[in-house]
């Protein structure tokens, strides 16, 4: 019985030591080596992008990968049977991206992308777009947000645009003020509106069909809709006093706003079907820069009822308002991440302005700018970077910080002030 | 019957006479060995009782030649007392007997008859008491040879038990040692295997923390892992430390996540300080191991 007990206990023991297990809990922060090798193309002539290098372009700036210098590539595979996996690995690269582009009948373009898993040895993506001659970038940002997704688990958010709004001196007393849309990569800019008057505030609809912004060219603050597609513009509040800060509801059916009509700065919502307008705070200190909550059933917005600004929200159904910041004596500009858990806003912290993060969740606020001065954040729809304005030397330029603060990067320079960028939402 | 029958009684007699002969024989060696057994046998407990009761036995006696000798003296004190009386009422009684003297004789007739009546009866009674006497003696005779024979049974019972309660004493005995050396060897054998043990744990736990490093240096996280993601990669190792296989075990259900702990595994490639390692310990414990990746150090 002894034997017999002493034998299981040994059998337990040498099956238990079997599945020893080692718990790994740490990682590194470092990018993950990726090639993606120039795309073919069978004809003489030139394309009017080199797609490969967007792609490569792309994935570099969101701060996850370390691109493959194309000279350091021992050959330029365009198919899965020219792949020779050993010479990539032992090139170090985690992952390489191959692809051709073909000219269609009809005058289109196809191109033709494979990603594979250098280690595993295995095909993760197989696919295509197509797309006119002009949309060669639009389609390589397409590409890059495919690879994205299928390497961090997360949707990519290249092919997206930004709006801001840049101001050039002409002389003592005049601007030149430009709101302008380019892509997330700061390329293809298009200029929307200009005017010798500020332009302040722009805001997205969820559709990305449509813009609000405030307008002083009638010589007050006024706001406007504008129709991206169309150019159709709509001056949509001519109130008394100060008329600013739009925010667009996730449906898309209701703006919201600050009117000081009443007396001091309020924020109201305006049913832009009907035009109707409901006044949502009653407070007497400044209530501004409204924006919604993900469910849109509530509106957060920036305050200094408590002395100094801080975050509040307010219910819209209920007027139940909670204070959502409490560290440092300056936090203004919220935004929420599209999964409503992460705040993003100005927060002062000993004089200077950054951007900083606060997670709903834990409470814990992490600055992510060092430089200072540093305004008006905006979210990439996936939630991964940051785009915000600040100062450099005496120019206002635009720069980028991923979500976890350890990306950052400059946007390219434009010809004077670049300030107030506003990313879209996913663009169809 | 037969002439040829009655040849056979001779024979038959004589082989009778000759059995019972040797049964008589083998009785007396029988008596023999018992006496001399019972010689063995004495026990100090029986004469320590023995003795005990004897003791017990002499007090009584002076108690009750004690008893005796109070109740003479009391019996002479009183029969002097009684003569006395006696005396005095001698005359009272002779002129009483003088009268009855007549009637006596009557009587004394008549008791004379009953008392040969009686005393015949009582012969025939003493006689028959006498048989009975007799026979009692003869059937306690014969139960004291059948007690007899019993106890000599009983005897030799007991002895035999002894000598088997001997036997399998010593045999016990002799399995007590053997389990002794069994266990000691036993007891030796596990401390070997205990130190062995030790000495293999020692060697997996470093071999772990070569694992776990050389692991650990590859690990990239994608930006989908959050603090919290488990998966488990089940690997397989070559006794040189090179890895020949990893696959998903448990996934976390987030692609991205789990193909970056395969790949760090794959990335780590191979873990040369393993080579070094004991092959039965490799055997056992490291040829193959799981994973969990459960990152903590995240921001989220």
Known sequence: MLRLGALLLFIWSSLAQAELTIEITQGVDQPVPVAVVPFGWQQARSLPEDVAQIISDDLYRSGLFAMMNRNNMLSFPTRSKEVYFRDWRLADQDYMLIGQVLAEADGRYRINYELYDVVNETRLLAAYIKGTNKQFRRMAHRVADAVYQKLTGIPGAFATEIVYVTAQRLSQERYNYRLEVSDADGANPKVILQSNEPILSPSWSRDGKKLAYVSFETGRPAIFIHDKLTGAREQVTRYRGLNGAPSWSPDGKTLALTLSKDGNPE?????????????????????????????????????????????????????????????????????????????????????????????????????????????????????????????????????AVSLDGQVKFRLPSKSGNVREPAWSPYLQ | MSDGLKSYILPTILALLFHAGLVMLTATTWFETEGKQVRVTPRHINAELVDLRSQNKAKDEAKRKADASKKAAAKKTASKKAAAKKKAEAKRKAKQRAEKDKQRKIAQKKKADNKRKADSKRKAEAERLSLAKKKKADQQKAEQKKADQKKAEQRKQAEARRIADQAEQEEKLLAQERLRQQQAQQQAQADAEQAWQAQAQQLVASASDVIRSGVQSQWVRPASARNGMVVSVRIRLLPTGEVDDANIFKSSGDEAFDRSAVKAVLKAERFPKLQNIDPVVFDRYLRQIVLEFRPDDLRY
């Open chain 1, 267 to 399: 924020i109201y919502t305006l049913d832009i079907a009907s035009r109707k307008l409901t006044r949502v705070t009653r407070h007497y200190g400044i209530d501004t820069e409204a924006t919604w909550s993900a469910d849109g059933k509530s509106i957060l917005f920036t305050s200094n009822r408590g002395g100094a600004p801080q975050i509040y929200q307010q219910e819209l159904a209920t007027g139940w308002v909670e204070r959502l910041t409490f560290e440092g004596d300056y936090n203004a500009k919220a935004h929420l991440t599209h999964d409503g858990r992460h705040l993003v806003m100005v927060h002062r912290n000993r004089g200077s302005f950054h951007i900083a993060v606060q997670d709903l969740k834990t409470g814990r606020l992490d600055v992510l700018s060092q430089t200072s001065l540093d305004e008006s954040p905006s979210i990439a729809p996936n939630g991964s970077i940051v785009i915000y304005a600040t100062q450099e030397g005496d120019k206002e330029v635009l720069a």
